[in-house]
């Protein structure tokens, strides 16, 4: 009924933004998506309603205790009841209710199935890796704070930390699983609805802690393999796509003003390259190689930017290259606030040209 | 009789005040207030009523009804600021901030939301 309620005012609002993956109502935690968050949910429910009859039991105790008639206080303060109500009660109650909620959270230690999708995220402070895993466990495609997967199907995810302890959590498909540095913990979600659902760092990771995001998108199965087939992962040739002061093949999303756009975006690359910019970012298929930041090479297709905190747009592109530090503060990206404002548009125009 | 005359002559003397430049419009406010979470423009600018982000990009947008020239440009009116907001390079060249991702109606919904800043 709720649900009805809400589906009917979200389709009607013409909002399909990448923010409803993290609000609305019911709150993603409550929403589940697929068959390992459904379990969270069942058991979460489950003790919220004995929290709430064990509370209105003792409530009534009380009353009985203050304000009840002297029968009623005497057999309140009897020993029979403390051994029915004090030991056996919750005794019982508790036991069941522990073998109860393993049995019904055992699909989510169970071991991986095998042949599954698999992926590796691998926190930084305060973003995340995402490396595509081949059938061999080699890297197919590599991307950031955003992953694509297929609905119903399970997707192995290996989770990793580069430096401190990181948490990861996607509400609507699992639990949390810690991501430890120098281990690696094995965690498996599902989708069973195509969908965008927001994610989080769940583990304080200290300074922008908060704003360390993540989005998942589940496709049905054909648009899951058009989006694959979207994102060739053998980067292309350099001579063919990017030469240094060279106009870049342009991709059919930035039709608009694309004249324009394709003189400033080559403007913009050689600005990438020579700014600094390409020391901490990789970009397949160009000599930007770094590795300490998040994979540009599909930035331009990404839902959002900074980690999962801002949509994706020129102008937020701008705002986040040009000033990152009043946006997410302590992250390690500085500002670049020794850019004019022809630069920064030109590099914007660049990324926005990675899909 | 010669004072009330008076009083007359100048009263008649005064214009009005000009009136106000918008018509509040609190549903259109509030559908701005969500279209400009949903761009972002918080990313470059730090807006009343907008938690976060306020990013310094961008100048700050308090109190735009109150504003002279739209980005030093444009005369301050509800259609230029919708159309600025929409499109910023097409109405000023040169500018920093580029076409952000609104419809017409939203713009106009989000230039709503900024004139019911008030410096006060």
């Known amino acids: 009924m709720w649900r009805h309620i809400f589906m009917v005012s979200t389709m009607n609002s013409s909002t399909t933004d990448v923010f409803d993956a993290w609000w609305g109502w019911p709150p993603p935690v409550l929403d589940p998506a697929g068959p390992y968050a459904d379990n969270v949910v069942v058991l979460a429910w489950a003790l919220f309603a004995m929290g709430v009859i064990v509370t209105g039991i003792v409530v009534v105790a009380l009353y009985v205790a203050i304000r009840g008639p002297a029968r009623w206080k005497a057999k309140l303060g009897g020993e029979r009841l403390v051994w029915i109500g004090g030991v056996a009660f919750p005794g019982v109650v508790l036991t069941c209710l522990l073998v109860w909620g393993l049995w019904l959270t055992s699909s989510l230690t169970q071991p991986m199935p095998d042949g599954a999708m698999r992926v590796r995220v691998t926190g930084y402070m305060w973003w995340f890796d995402v490396e595509y895993l081949g059938p061999d466990g080699d890297v197919i495609m590599r991307d950031a704070n955003e992953l694509h997967i297929p609905v119903g199907q399970p997707v192995v995810v290996e989770l990793q930390s580069e430096d401190v302890i990181h948490s990861f959590w996607v509400p609507n498909l699992s639990g949390k699983e810690d991501m430890i540095p120098g281990r690696t913990n094995e965690l498996v979600i599902e989708a069973d609805r195509p969908g965008r659902f927001g994610g989080v760092c769940a583990e304080y990771c200290g300074g922008p802690h908060a704003l360390m995001g993540f989005v998942a998108v589940a496709h049905e199965q054909a648009d899951w393999a058009a989006w694959l087939a979207g994102r060739s992962m053998t980067p292309p040739a350099i001579a063919e796509q990017d030469v240094p002061g060279t106009v870049p093949a342009l991709r059919p999303a930035a039709a608009a003003d694309a004249a324009d756009d394709a003189a400033i975006a080559a403007n913009g690359r050689t600005l990438f390259m020579e700014s600094g910019c390409a020391a901490c970012h990789r970009v397949a298929g160009t000599e930007a190689n770094g590795i300490a930041g998040p994979d540009l090479t599909h930035v331009g297709s990404r839902l959002t930017l900074g980690a999962g905190i801002l949509p994706n747009n020129r102008g937020t592109m701008i705002g986040w290259i040009g000033d990152s530090q009043s946006i997410k503060p302590g992250n390690r990206m500085p500002s670049y606030d020794m850019l004019s404002a022809d630069e920064l548009t030109a590099i914007a125009i660049w990324l926005e040209q990675q899909r | ?120």
């Open chain 2, 1 to 120: 009789m010669a004072l009330s005359v008076m009083l007359c002559a100048c009263l008649a003397g005064c214009k009005q005040p000009p009136g106000p430049r918008y018509v509040p419009d609190e549903a259109a406010a509030a559908r701005g207030r969500a279209a400009i979470e949903r761009v972002g423009c918080g990313a470059c600018h730090a807006i009343p009523g907008i938690g976060w982000p306020r990013g310094r990009t961008g100048p700050s947008l308090d109190g735009f009804r109150d504003i002279g020239l739209i980005a030093g440009a444009l005369p301050n009116t509800p259609a230029n600021l919708a159309a600025f907001v929409r499109n910023a390079p097409r109405v000023k060249p040169g500018s920093t901030m580029p076409a952000m991702p609104l419809s017409e109606e939203e713009s106009r919904d989000v230039a709503a939301y900024l004139y019911g800043l008030d410096d006060e």
